[in-house]
Nanobody, 128 residues
């Protein structure tokens, strides 16, 4: 079992920045793949970014619509993954979810159905 708790969401003006955090507990964190997804009202949940586990050499991957504006990182000593978001746009408005999977993926995982554990979500609202 992996428990996830997100924080850091809020209201920000377009062009601003936010850093989301996701604290994990329950498993050896370094062996867990960590991803961020988001879901806007009326839309399906979509991939944002992922940082792989030790099995993948902590590889990262980003969705094209956030590439260059978003950085995912992990601190294994704190069992926490971060999502630094810069140059935010109104279309980034969504509930952001942290996800985790403890299987030994040798690659980064960008498909939501491959994640076993999910946080409760944190709202990010970007005003124009």
């Amino acid at each position: 079992q992996v428990q996830l708790v997100e924080s850091g969401g809020g209201l920000v003006q377009a062009g601003g920045s936010l850093r989301l955090s996701c604290a994990a507990s329950g498993r050896t964190f370094s062996s867990v793949t960590m991803g961020w997804f988001r879901q806007a009202p009326g839309k399906e949940r979509e991939f944002v970014a992922v940082v792989g586990s030790s099995y993948s050499g902590y590889s990262t991957s980003y969705a094209d619509y956030v590439k260059g504006r978003v950085t995912i990182s992990r601190d294994n000593t704190k069992s926490t993954v971060y999502l630094q978001m810069n140059s935010l746009k109104p279309e980034d408005t969504a509930v952001y979810y942290c996800a985790a999977d403890s299987r030994p993926w040798p690659i980064v995982v960008v498909t939501s159905t491959r994640y076993t554990y999910w946080g409760q979500g944190t709202q990010v609202t970007v005003s124009s």
